[in-house]
C-alpha cells in the first residue's frame, strides 16, 4: 500500500490554484466591461433626449466622439479578458498534463480494459469551456442583478418587467439542468466505452480482416455508438425546446418592455430615451443567461470532465518523497509475493519466495497459464504486489524513483510493443539525452546492429505503432536492443526466442553470455530448451506456485534428457532454494497436494 504521508495533493486542486489570479484577473476586467456596457443606453438616452430636442450636431459629435472612445477602451478589455482566459487555460492544461498522464499509466496498470487516454481527452474539454464564452457568460451573470436594480432606477414598472423576465429565463436554465444532466451523463459514459470499443478492434484489424469478423464487430461498435446517439439526441431535443423557449421569453419580454415603456412615456413619466435604454439594459442582463441556457451542454460536459480527472488522482495519487537511492549491482529478492492481474481479485502468482544473486542467470519455466510471465512482470514493476515484495539490492521496488528503477532494469515483454517513431527513439526509450554510442551498443549487444543497418535509414528509419514496417524478429531484435540499452543490472526476458529464426536464436544466445560477462543478473522466460542450456538456475512454475527450484545441471536432465553438458557458472546459494535438492530422478514438477 502506498504510504499516505508520501501522497501528495490532488494535482487538478493545485493546478486550479495556481491559474486562480489568471481567473481572478478576468473577473476584474469583467468589472469595467459590464460598466462600460452602459455605453450604449447611456448615448440611446442623450441622443433621444438631449440631440433630438436641441437640434445641435457639435453635442452629437462630441458625444459619438467620448462613445467611441469608450467603446473602443471596451474592445480592449474584452480582448485581454478572453486573452487571459485563454492563458489560463493553457497553464491548466500545461499543469496537469503530465499528471494526467502518470495517473493514466498508474491507472492501466491497475484497470484493464478502460479507456485510459479519456483523461487527456477530459483536459482538453476543460481547457475548451475555461478558454471559452462559456466562462465569460459566467462571470457576466453576477452583473445580472445590478442591470435589474438599474431597470428600477428608471421606472418600478420597467424594473417588474425586467425581473419577471430574468426569473422567468433563470427557471428555463435550471429546467434545463434537471432535463439534460442524466441524459447527457449517459451519453458521455456510452460514447467513452463505444470509443474503447473500436479503438480495441482497430487494434487487430488483421485479424478481423482475416477471419471476416468485420460486420459483426462494425455491429457491436454501432450498437454502442446509437446508444450514445439516443441519449445525446433526447438531451439535444430537451434542451433545444428550452433553447427556444428561452430565445421565445426574450424577446417577448423585450416587446412587453417597449410596450410598457411606451405607454409611461405617452404618460410623461419616462422620457423616449429612458424607453430604448431601458431595453438595451435588460438585453444585457438576460444575455448571459440566455448563453448559459444554450452552452448547458458544455458545462455539463465540463463538470462530467473535472469529475473524472477528480476520481482518476483520487484513486491514482501523485507519491513524493523518494530519494535516489544507490545504483543497483543486481540481487533480486522477492519475499512471499502475491500478484493479482489489474482488475481482478483472483491471484496468479502466489507466495513467491526466492532469491537470485547478482550475475545470475535463472530460467523461469512451466505450462502455459502457470504464473511466468506474471512474475515478469512483477519483477520490473509493472504489476504491484498486492502481498510481499521484491526488493533490489535490498530495496523495495516501490521504493525507488520511477526513472532510476527503469534505468536500473531492462524489460522484453512476452507482446513486443514498439511505438510510433525511429528505431533510433524506440532502443533509447525515447530519452532525450541518449547517445548515439549508447544506442548503438545496446543493439550490438542484442546482435541488432547489422539488421537495423540493412533498414532504408538504419538507425533513423521510422515505424509505425506496434513496430509495423519490422517483422516479427526484427521487433524481436529491436525489443531486446531497448531492454539492454543504458546497461541495467537486471533484465528480465519473456520469450525473447518466440519470433526468432536459428540465426536469431544464436544472436541472442550470444547476447546472454555478454550479459553473463558483464555480471547483469537475467531472468528468462522460456519453453525451448536451447536457451536453458545457458541458465544458472531453473524455477519451475505450477499454478501460479513455485513448484521446484535448482541448479541447472539438477533439473534441465528431466526437460532433454540426461546429456546435458555442464554451463560455466559460480556456485549457487541454497538458501534460494525451495523444497529438497533436486536430482536428475526428480520429477519436473510435484503435483500440489490440497488439505
Known amino acids: 500500500m502506498t504510504n499516505p504521508s508520501l501522497q501528495v495533493p490532488s494535482p487538478l486542486a493545485g493546478a486550479l490554484r495556481e491559474i486562480r489570479p489568471g481567473l481572478v484577473a478576468a473577473g476584474g476586467l469583467s468589472?469595467?466591461?459590464?460598466l462600460l456596457m452602459f455605453v450604449s443606453p447611456l448615448y440611446t438616452m442623450q441622443i433621444y433626449d438631449r440631440v433630438l430636442t436641441s437640434r445641435n450636431a457639435v453635442t452629437l459629435v462630441m458625444i459619438s466622439v467620448i462613445v467611441a472612445i469608450l467603446l473602443m477602451?471596451?474592445?480592449?478589455?474584452?480582448?485581454?479578458?478572453?486573452?487571459?482566459?485563454?492563458?489560463?487555460?493553457?497553464?491548466?492544461?500545461?499543469?496537469?498534463?503530465g499528471p494526467a498522464f502518470e495517473a493514466a499509466l498508474s491507472s492501466a496498470l491497475r484497470v484493464r480494459g478502460s479507456n485510459h487516454a479519456q483523461s487527456l481527452r477530459d483536459l482538453d474539454l476543460m481547457r475548451d469551456v475555461l478558454s471559452g464564452g462559456v466562462t465569460m457568460a459566467l462571470m457576466d451573470v453576477p452583473w445580472a442583478p445590478i442591470y435589474l436594480v438599474i431597470c428600477?432606477?428608471?421606472?418600478?414598472?420597467?424594473?417588474l418587467v425586467a425581473l419577471v423576465g430574468a426569473l422567468a429565463v433563470v427557471?428555463?436554465?435550471?429546467?434545463?439542468?434537471?432535463?439534460?444532466?442524466?441524459?447527457?451523463?449517459r451519453a458521455s459514459r456510452t460514447n467513452i466505452r463505444a470509443i474503447e470499443r473500436l479503438g480495441s478492434s482497430l487494434r487487430n484489424a488483421e485479424a478481423i480482416q482475416a477471419l471476416g469478423m468485420g460486420r459483426a464487430i462494425q455491429s457491436q461498435c454501432t450498437g454502442i455508438r446509437e446508444e450514445a446517439l439516443g441519449h445525446s439526441v433526447s438531451a439535444g431535443e430537451r434542451g433545444g425546446t428550452l433553447l427556444a423557449v428561452s430565445k421565445f421569453l426574450r424577446m417577448a419580454i423585450q416587446v412587453a418592455m417597449i410596450g410598457v415603456g411606451a405607454y409611461l412615456a405617452i404618460n410623461q413619466e419616462i422620457s423616449a430615451g429612458v424607453l430604448f435604454a431601458a431595453s438595451l439594459i435588460m438585453g444585457r442582463a438576460l444575455a448571459p443567461i440566455e448563453i448559459m441556457v444554450a452552452q448547458w451542454k458544455s458545462v455539463v460536459s465540463a463538470r462530467?470532465?473535472?469529475?473524472?480527472?477528480?476520481?482518476?488522482?483520487?484513486?491514482n495519487p501523485a507519491v513524493v518523497g523518494r530519494i535516489r537511492l544507490p545504483d543497483a549491482k543486481g540481487t533480486v529478492s522477492v519475499e512471499n509475493l502475491v500478484v493479482l492481474p489489474p482488475g481482478a481479485n483472483t491471484p496468479v502468482v502466489m507466495g513467491a519466495t526466492f532469491t537470485l544473486d547478482a550475475g545470475e542467470i535463472v530460467a523461469l519455466v512451466g505450462p502455459s497459464g502457470s504464473g511466468k510471465s506474471s512474475l515478469a512482470r512483477a519483477l520490473v514493476g509493472a504489476w504491484p504486489s498486492a502481498r510481499g515484495c521484491v526488493r533490489l539490492d535490498g530495496n523495495?521496488?516501490?521504493?525507488?524513483?520511477?526513472?532510476?528503477?527503469?534505468?536500473?532494469?531492462?524489460?522484453?515483454?512476452q507482446g513486443i510493443e514498439l511505438f510510433?517513431?525511429?528505431?533510433?527513439?524506440?532502443?533509447?526509450?525515447f530519452r532525450a539525452d541518449a547517445a548515439d554510442a549508447e544506442v548503438i551498443e545496446a543493439a550490438t549487444h542484442a546482435s541488432a546492429h547489422e539488421m537495423i543497418q540493412r533498414l532504408p535509414n538504419g538507425?533513423?528509419?521510422?515505424?509505425?505503432?506496434?513496430?509495423?514496417?519490422?517483422?516479427?524478429g526484427q521487433r524481436q531484435q529491436v525489443g531486446l536492443a531497448r531492454a539492454l540499452f543504458g546497461k541495467p543490472a537486471v533484465v528480465v526476458l519473456d520469450e525473447p526466442d518466440a519470433n526468432l529464426d536459428s540465426d536469431g536464436n544464436r544472436a541472442l544466445i550470444r547476447a546472454i553470455e555478454g550479459l553473463r560477462r558483464d555480471r547483469r543478473t537475467v531472468v528468462i522466460v522460456t519453453h525451448r530448451p536451447n536457451l536453458l542450456s545457458v541458465v544458472d538456475r531453473v524455477i519451475i512454475m505450477q499454478e501460479g506456485r513455485i513448484a521446484q527450484m535448482g541448479s541447472r545441471d539438477e533439473l534441465l536432465p528431466s526437460l532433454v534428457g540426461a546429456n546435458v553438458a555442464p554451463a560455466p557458472r559460480r556456485p549457487i546459494r541454497d538458501e534460494g532454494r525451495v523444497g529438497p535438492p533436486a536430482s536428475a530422478s526428480t520429477p519436473l514438477i510435484r503435483p500440489r497436494v490440497d488439505a
Do not use: C, M, W
Not at 428555463?172 to 451523463?185: D, M, P, Q, Y
Not at 510510433?420 to 526509450?429: E, F, L, M, P
Open 31 to 34: 468589472l469595467f466591461v459590464n
Open 420 to 429: 510510433t517513431g525511429s528505431v533510433r527513439d524506440n532502443i533509447a526509450r
Open 396 to 413: 523495495d521496488l516501490r521504493h525507488y524513483d520511477a526513472d532510476q528503477l527503469g534505468t536500473a532494469l531492462g524489460y522484453l515483454p
Open 171 to 185: 427557471t428555463i436554465a435550471l429546467v434545463n439542468e434537471r432535463a439534460t444532466k442524466g441524459l447527457l451523463s
Open 73 to 97: 477602451t471596451y474592445a480592449a478589455l474584452e480582448h485581454y479578458r478572453a486573452r487571459i482566459l485563454v492563458q489560463a487555460g493553457v497553464r491548466l492544461d500545461r499543469l496537469l498534463s
Open 152 to 159: 428600477f432606477l428608471l421606472h418600478p414598472l420597467i424594473g
Open 304 to 315: 462530467s470532465a473535472y469529475a473524472r480527472l477528480n476520481r482518476l488522482f483520487e484513486e
Open 459 to 472: 538507425y533513423l528509419t521510422e515505424i509505425g505503432e506496434d513496430g509495423v514496417g519490422l517483422s516479427g
